[in-house]
C-alpha cells in the first residue's frame, strides 16, 4: 500500500524559507514521477513542481527562481525547498505521486499548511 506523508510546513514571515519533505513508504520515489501541489480554500489545487523519473523538474511560473523540488533516492523522500516566500504561497500543500509512466498522479498525501505572514 503506498502512503506518502508530507511535513514541513509551518507560518514564517514574508521572505523566509521552509523545506517541505514527503516520506513515502510502499512506493520507490526514484522510479516515478512525483509533483507537489497546494490548495487555498475555495479554489481549486494547482500544481507547483514536479520531478520526473530521470530527474527533469517543472514549476509553476510563479515559483520559479524560489523553489526547488527534489529527491533523496536513497531516504524515498520528496522535498520542497521554498525560498523567498511570499503571502501568496499560503496554502496547503500536498505531495503526490505517479501510478504509472507518465505524470499522472493517483497517490495523494494529506497535505501539510504552510503560512506566509507579511
Known amino acids: 500500500q503506498v502512503r506518502l506523508v508530507e511535513s514541513g510546513g509551518d507560518s514564517v514571515q514574508a521572505g523566509g524559507s521552509l523545506r517541505l519533505s514527503c516520506a513515502a513508504s510502499?512506493?520507490?520515489?526514484?522510479?516515478?514521477?512525483m509533483g507537489w501541489f497546494r490548495q487555498v480554500p475555495g479554489k481549486e489545487r494547482d500544481g507547483v513542481a514536479l520531478i520526473d523519473s530521470v530527474g527533469s523538474t517543472r514549476y509553476v511560473d510563479s515559483v520559479k527562481g524560489r523553489f526547488t523540488i527534489s529527491k533523496d533516492n536513497a531516504k524515498n523522500i520528496l522535498y520542497l525547498q521554498m525560498n523567498s516566500l511570499k503571502p501568496e504561497d499560503t496554502a496547503m500543500y500536498y505531495c503526490?505521486?505517479?501510478?504509472?509512466?507518465?505524470?499522472?498522479?493517483?497517490?495523494w498525501g494529506q497535505g501539510t499548511q504552510v503560512t506566509v505572514s507579511s
Open positions: 510502499g512506493y520507490i520515489v526514484s522510479s516515478y514521477c
Open positions: 503526490a505521486a505517479s501510478n504509472g509512466g507518465s505524470c499522472s498522479f493517483g497517490y
